[in-house]
DNA sequence: TTGTAGGCGTTATCAT
DNA sequence: ATGATAACGCCTACAA
């Protein structure tokens, strides 16, 4: 199969009868080009099915006009809705996504990286603050701006936006502490290389410490984030340190899951187990009595990141940090503690 | 900010003391090249932080290692999952994703399948069979291979990688048929644009039709997958016609949906009603008493696609036609019709 | 407003 | 095994 060769510019150019810049220009820069012609060359255009090829104007533009994430699994569905919405921001301009993502695992996210920069993306949107350190330096000696998402830098040194995972989490923990629930269990995710998910955990401790109390080990455990592995995990805390009288799930699908196995347990919720969860699927909103949790705005996270980039690469600032509002939401899996 | 410019090969093979051409062969075709200086190279590359320019590479070989998809939202479950393994199994190879979203949105594929092709993709994965007919030219005009994905051409002319929708909702049917109802309602999935949904619809109609059966419009409703849009159908069924003993769901958020609204209203299920959906997402197993449904590999479905594509482009040829089990999978959310 | 020509960073084809 | 050099397709001063 000889596979006619596509169509270049100069072609197009060949066949409105004009010279190469101004086909060039009728494309790119169409107000600098007269009327007429510019409608010659877009006739040339759709009549050879001419396509630009991306990587000469690359070499020549030094811009892709694609911007790269790389994502923890994207199948965890904040990060699906937070991927979708950042598509279609970037779609909107004109931009293309270049995605990568990985299992929580550093090296294969600077691999990534690597991967997305020699491709030439503009910017970069990464998870967290947990990174190899080449991961980020990469990024600057390119010279590609980035923007970290769902965390906040400590030290506002790099451009985030996301939220404050401890403070949402202090805030889940107080409420439970002012519904009177003393014992309380804590299923979080795996907190190796995954920031957030040690800040959520951090937040409860520092809620408790600041009323006196304190989170014994035996009360904690860490597992990926699945509903299967919050019924695990809550039959793991039932046998291993019962007595608590609520669960707080480090995200939804654990919280869920801790709720199903309740249920099956004939544990009544909120009666005898108050369950709180984080990021508000739209499942915790849908399954009676409905799960009290933090809302995250991961589309928005998804799209601010987007328009952030966007900004910066039209040479206009923004703030260095964005933080994201992440309130509470009270529904029907938390209540007084039972006897009070 | 002068920013100074990223090094190019050639000063890494001033560095390294050897021709702009060793330099080159020295990291993309490494056994072609002495030892020693292969690692003189590698130093210089090491030394200067030189990454290639990838736009540079492509435009001289005409391959930009990169892949492109065209998705519906993929924030559905089960786009996300199919999304993660075909980055997965793409970056094994040395590949990276292109990724668009659309909201079921032909216009939209079309105007995202152009950038993918212009930003160089070496290849495509898209959705389903509802297209825009220059969404395949183009691709055939650039010679572009492409994958569709989940559904299969029954002309099989196009390569695909899927499964019957029609076949495997016959199956679902036919179980609840041999259950002894008769009288079926339908959440379906919105079908303008979506040829899986309305396969399944047709599925539907076709099991009832094989037994004499028909399915009344009034028991068909067609709504956007989503739990809260299973809840609004079931409610609206039941007001517009009652008198259902089973419901079948488009998909597995719908069917979970409808679930919950029963459950809401003290419909035993399956007591006094039996509900299936479509997919197997996690949820669908977990939720007791577990939701019957089909089980449709789309993590699979994704890797899959990107083997193909490498295949492919490798030169190897692939059969046109790539189906996928989708097994029913029978679990407590169906049982024999009330009262026999 | 339009045309000419040099350059973007690599790869690949020749020699050597 | 290595070096010189012509593509690759487009953009963009600069000139006209």
């Known amino acids: 199969m000889p596979a006619k060769p596509s169509p270049r510019l100069a072609d197009v150019a060949r066949a409105a009868g004009v010279s190469l810049a101004t086909a060039s220009r009728a494309l790119s820069e169409p107000d600098m080009v007269r009327e007429d012609t510019r409608s010659r060359v877009q006739e040339?255009?759709?009549?050879?099915?001419?396509?630009?090829?991306?990587?000469?104007?690359?070499?020549?533009?030094?811009?892709?006009?694609?911007?790269?994430?790389?994502?923890?699994?994207?199948?965890n569905p904040i990060f699906a809705g937070a991927t979708h919405a950042?598509?279609?921001?970037?779609?909107?301009?004109?931009?293309?996504?270049?995605?990568?993502?990985?299992?929580?695992?550093?090296?294969?996210?600077l691999a990534a990286t690597r991967a997305l920069v020699?491709?030439?993306?503009?910017?970069?949107?990464?998870?967290?603050?947990?990174h190899r350190p080449e991961t980020l330096a990469l990024l600057e000696r390119a010279g590609v701006p980035y923007e970290i998402t769902w965390a906040l830098d400590p030290g506002a040194m790099i451009h985030c936006v996301g939220i404050s995972h401890r403070s949402a989490s202090i805030r889940v923990t107080q409420h439970l502490l002012d519904l009177g629930h003393r014992e309380i269990a804590v299923i979080a995710g795996d907190t190796r290389g995954n920031d957030r998910a040690?800040?959520?955990?951090?937040?409860?401790?520092?809620a408790l410490a600041a009323r006196g109390l304190r989170l014994p080990a035996r009360r904690v455990i860490e597992m990926p984030f699945s509903v299967a592995n919050g019924r695990k995990g809550?039959?793991?805390l039932l046998k291993r340190a019962p007595g608590f009288t609520a669960v707080i799930g480090g995200n939804d699908p654990l919280a869920i899951g801790a709720f199903l196995e309740a249920q099956a347990r004939?544990?009544?919720?909120?009666?005898?187990?108050?369950?709180?969860?984080?990021?508000?699927?739209e499942l915790a909103g849908e399954l009676p009595p409905g799960l009290t949790t933090v809302r995250v705005p991961s589309a928005e996270i998804g799209r601010e990141a987007g328009k952030r980039l966007l900004a910066r690469l039209?040479?206009?600032?923004?703030?260095?940090?964005?933080?994201?509002?992440?309130?509470?939401i009270v529904r029907g899996t938390t209540g007084p503690v039972a006897g009070k």
Chains 1, 2 share one sequence.
């Open 86 to 109: 950042l598509a279609q921001e970037l779609a909107g301009a004109g931009y293309t996504l270049l995605l990568a993502s990985h299992d929580y695992d550093a090296d294969a996210e």
């Open 234 to 236: 809550f039959a793991t």
């Open 118 to 130: 020699e491709r030439g993306a503009d910017g970069m949107v990464l998870v967290g603050l947990d």
């Open 198 to 206: 040690r800040e959520r955990l951090a937040g409860v401790k520092d």
């Open 314 to 328: 039209a040479g206009k600032a923004v703030p260095v940090i964005r933080e994201m509002a992440a309130p509470l």
């Open 266 to 281: 004939g544990i009544d919720v909120p009666g005898r187990l108050s369950i709180t969860g984080f990021d508000d699927i």
């Open 44 to 75: 040339a255009v759709a009549m050879l099915g001419y396509v630009p090829h991306g990587a000469a104007r690359a070499l020549a533009t030094r811009r892709t006009r694609t911007i790269g994430a790389v994502f923890p699994p994207v199948d």
